[in-house]
């Protein structure tokens, strides 16, 4: 009988976790579904959002730790958002302390024991043994990372647990997956040989992560190359078109809108995030939800009819509103991800320079706004002589990667790009020999003012706009 794995996914944004009940040739996935209180939709994804009390226990977590947030007096809780890139990610060692909202200091490793603690319980709420839990690690994590999140591991419970790179775990997913092919179709198209690299390309709200990986022998994996940016994938798509809707109405009918009336605000911008993330090509009009308040607001507000107002602007015959949707034309929704578009090429573009790799045959593409059709044709368009490759659920490639990971771990390495420096193993497992102290992250006695995340440091700023929220 095929070993039962979950592997979950704690990133930077959201969390997932997916089951793999098969075996490595024939995975069957099962994902996790959360329940969005703003929309009413199942979600196969929740943010990574925890909140506890002032006793420092865990409240909730995901959309309930948001919805916690708006329910009660912010006062009473500790708001952990926006923490990973800066708990694993941030110098050579992961901080003793990771600091909420408010300020009040948290022991790192107590709080991420209660996260996993929460969602071992959640992905498997009766039967834990005979289970192996694959967790992934942001790929520029610290060495510390990996032992810190292991440890959390063990003491939330776990005793079979395997820690892998985010990038690692993409490459892994789609090599397995290129063999399947080869096998079924009976095409000699091998991606993943020896030797060849392949970027694989993050996209998220608010952050990118580009990683260039290499395939090793005996199916070994070496990440080559790392980058990080608070570049705006999602949500500057969602800002420009914020500042249409301001060049349209007015910003202070939109502002005012804003402010008054929030939860039609979401709804706007959760259908905004379907049509941006379709898998389409289609030519036609998009259709965007627009409350009929907002369109009353403007009338009221200018005493014009809000048709006949645009026939005297530049979005003239390609923007209408009609009942309670405004009607795109294709060509004004398509660039709407001209700067989004522009800035990702960029950092690729970047990437390949400074890395100095030469055997580049693929670009994975992967995340939330990888699903975009839109995004998809820029990166085809602008690098022609390179395999682009689109996994299915592009947000999950993941967590799915990791489910299977365990099916049949292999070394993963990574080769210090400046030092040059001999490879060191980054995939760890319960069985290795951990040298780590735990009290370390688990109590807070006297501490080095280097070692804490500071009272107003959040790791990713975000662009000042109303629709870059996780929602």
Not at 25 to 33: E, L, N, R, S, W
Request: proline share 4%; charged share 20%; glycine share 6%.
């Amino acid at each position: 009988m095929a070993k039962r794995i979950v592997g979950i996914s704690i990133g930077t944004n959201y969390t997932t976790y997916a089951w793999n009940n098969g075996s490595l040739i024939d995975p069957a996935f099962v994902c996790g579904q959360w329940c969005s209180p703003s929309s009413g939709h199942m979600s196969v994804e929740t943010p990574t959002v925890a909140v506890c009390n002032l006793r420092k226990e865990l409240k909730a977590f995901g959309f309930k730790a948001e919805e916690l947030v708006q329910e009660a007096n912010s006062k009473d809780l500790l708001v952990f958002s926006d923490f990973i890139h800066g708990l694993f990610c941030n110098g050579t060692k992961v901080p003793v302390t990771v600091t909420a909202e408010n300020g009040v200091r948290v022991a790192s490793g107590d709080l991420m024991s209660k996260i996993i603690s929460y969602l071992w319980k959640t992905v498997s709420p009766h039967e834990k043994s005979g289970i192996m839990c694959v967790l992934t690690v942001p790929t520029g994590s610290t060495e510390d990372a990996y032992s810190f999140l292991l440890n959390s591991a063990k003491n939330a419970g776990l005793n079979e647990v395997i820690i892998i790179p985010e990038a690692a775990s993409v490459f892994y997913y789609c090599r397995e997956y290129n063999r399947l092919f080869k096998s079924i179709s009976g095409r000699d198209v091998d991606m993943f040989s020896k030797g060849k690299q392949s970027v694989v390309l993050d996209c998220e709200d608010d952050n990118i992560s580009i990683s260039i990986l290499e395939a090793g022998k005996n199916d070994s994996i070496k990440i080559l190359y790392h980058t990080f940016s608070n570049e705006h994938g999602l949500c500057q798509v969602q800002q420009d078109f914020e500042d249409m809707m301001n060049q349209i109405v007015g910003e202070s009918v939109f502002d005012d809108f804003y402010m008054n009336h929030r939860s039609e605000y979401i709804g706007i911008v959760h259908d905004l995030r379907r049509k941006m993330t379709m898998n389409s090509k289609e030519e036609k009009p998009v259709n965007i939800q627009i409350p009929a308040s907002l369109i009353v607001a403007f009338e009221e507000t200018t005493g014009n009819n809000l048709n006949q107002a645009l026939l005297k602007t530049k979005f003239a015959n390609k923007i209408s509103f009609f009942g309670s949707k405004c009607r795109i034309m294709p060509e004004i929704f398509q660039s709407l991800f001209s700067e989004a578009g522009t800035n990702m090429v960029q950092l690729v573009s970047q990437a390949m320079t400074e890395s100095g790799l030469l055997n580049i045959a693929n670009i994975i593409l992967v995340g939330l706004f990888s699903k975009s059709a839109i995004f998809q044709d820029i990166i085809k368009k602008s690098f022609p002589t390179h395999h682009v490759i689109i996994p299915e659920d592009g947000n999950l490639v993941v967590v799915k990667g990791a489910a299977i990971f365990g099916q049949k771990p292999v070394t993963v390495d990574r080769i210090d790009e400046v030092t040059k420096s001999s490879p060191a193993q980054v995939a760890m497992s319960s069985t290795d020999e951990v040298e780590h102290n735990i009290e370390h992250h688990l109590k807070i006695k006297e501490v080095s003012p280097e070692t804490i995340v500071s009272e107003k440091a959040v790791p990713i700023q975000r662009k000042p706009t109303k629709t870059c929220v996780l929602l």
